[in-house]
Every structure is written in C-alpha cells, then in structure tokens.
C-alpha cells in the first residue's frame, strides 16, 4: 500500500509543480513517519524515499539506532529544551523553534558538537490556540533576536496549517507565510537568507506546493491513518 500511495503522492506533487510552474527538484517530500514501525519506513526506502519526518525525539532516536542507512530526519514537531542535547548529528534540520529559550539550547548544543544546526521558525498563521508557533507579528523580531546565534542558520519558516476538508481554505495562510519569507529576505538581517518553507500536510500539500513550499510533510498519505492506542 506504501508503493501505491506514494506513486499517488508523487504524481501530485508532480501536478501542482507543474501548474505553479516550478521544478520538481524545488519540492522536498517529506515522509512523516511518526507512530509507525521500522518496517513501514523500509518500505518508504525501498521505494526511494530518503527524507523522514518524526515528531517526538525518543522516536528518532529509536529509528536512528536501529536505520542506520544515511537518511535525512527532520524534527517536526514540538520540542522541549531539556530533549535538544539528543538532536546535534541525528536530526538535520529543527522545524518548530519558537521561541528564545529553545533557541539558547539549540545554540549550546549545537555548539558542543562543533556543528551548525539548520532550523526553521514555527509561525502559527491561523493564530489557533491548540497549536504552538509565533504569531505572524512576532515572527520577524524573532528571527531578528536568534539571528545572532552562529550555531543556527535559521533556513525559513514551517507552519502547521488548520484542519480542513477543503485545501483552498488554507491557501491564504500558505501565502501568508511566503510573504513573510519575503518580508524576511528583504530586512536583509546579517547571516539571515530564508530559502525554505516547510508547508503542506496530506490534505492540503498540493495548494502549499502552489503557494512555495519546498517541504511538505505527508504521514497519513504515505503511511494511512496512525493509531495512537498502540506504540510504535
Ligand atoms: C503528523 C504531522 C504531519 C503529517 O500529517 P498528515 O496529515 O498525516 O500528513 C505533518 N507535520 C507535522 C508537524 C506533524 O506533526
């Protein structure tokens, strides 16, 4: 099921390229992973796939000791300072800073490892309650603060979109967070050049790919639904 679904994936991401006339190659697809079991995540390899997804540092943990192929993790969900020391030279990228104090620790463990870590900035577009990020109007003087930091090189900004059966709806925050991008490059901050937008879920990849997304991050379109009874 894994194959067929991502076959169905690619083709759409393929599509909207195509219609917002971009290259394929600009579009990163990130196979969400979270939940689910090594051998799901096999299958994904075993058809390409290089660049997963997780949600919870204990979990990358767990896959990268027992994967030990090179891939590519990303951290994408809500991360607590005191579980950043796990993260130098196992996640390649942080998606959800969002605020100084995680920042700081990225900063200090980073710096003990002698590596620089590549981040995003969570922006919370819809200004929904249940979710974390910076407002839109934080977002900026945000970046402007961390800028500082020489062991982040802060590459964009990642957003969790609302809930919705209709994708249109959440074009408008897609856009949003583009403009911010833009509004982002050109304050030209010293060390700050913002070339990625982490945007686009499975229900609404395809309308982010049209607004700029260079990663989208799928789980239930790769993987199917996920079962929280039970662990991974
Ligand atoms: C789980 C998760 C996803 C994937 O969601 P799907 O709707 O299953 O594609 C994407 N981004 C983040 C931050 C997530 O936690």
């Known amino acids: 099921m894994i194959k067929e679904n991502l076959e169905y994936?690619?083709?759409n991401i393929r599509k909207a390229?195509?219609?917002?006339g971009r290259k394929r190659e600009d579009v990163t697809l990130i196979a969400v992973s979270k939940t689910k079991p090594v051998s799901d995540i096999r299958e994904a390899m075993a058809c390409?796939?290089?660049v997963f997804g997780e949600n919870k540092v204990q979990e990358i943990r767990d896959k990268t000791a027992e994967i030990t192929e090179p891939l590519s993790w990303h951290m994408i969900g809500h991360l607590q300072a005191n579980k950043v020391k796990y993260l130098p030279g196992v996640a390649c990228m942080i998606h959800s800073v969002d605020n100084r104090k995680l920042a700081d620790e990225i900063e200090k463990q980073a710096a003990k490892h002698d590596l620089v870590m590549d981040v995003l900035v969570e922006v919370n577009m819809a200004h929904e309650d249940t979710k974390f990020g910076l407002s839109?109007?934080?977002a900026i003087d945000f970046v402007k603060e961390i800028s500082t930091l020489p062991h982040l090189n802060i590459r964009g900004f990642m957003t969790?979109?609302?809930y919705t059966e209709d994708p249109e709806s959440n074009r408008v925050y897609f856009k949003g967070l583009r403009e911010l991008k833009d509004q982002v490059n050109s304050l030209s901050i010293p060390g700050?050049?913002?070339d990625t937008l982490s945007m686009g879920m499975t229900g609404d990849y395809e309308v982010a790919i049209e607004e700029g997304a260079t990663f989208?991050?799928?789980g239930t379109g790769i993987f199917g639904e996920r079962d929280y009874s039970k662990k991974a």
């Open 136 to 138: 839109p109007d934080e």
């Open 160 to 162: 969790i979109a609302p």
């Open 192 to 194: 700050v050049h913002m």
């Open 9 to 11: 994936v690619e083709k």
């Open 216 to 218: 989208v991050r799928v």
């Open 48 to 50: 390409g796939i290089t």
């Open 17 to 20: 390229c195509e219609k917002a």
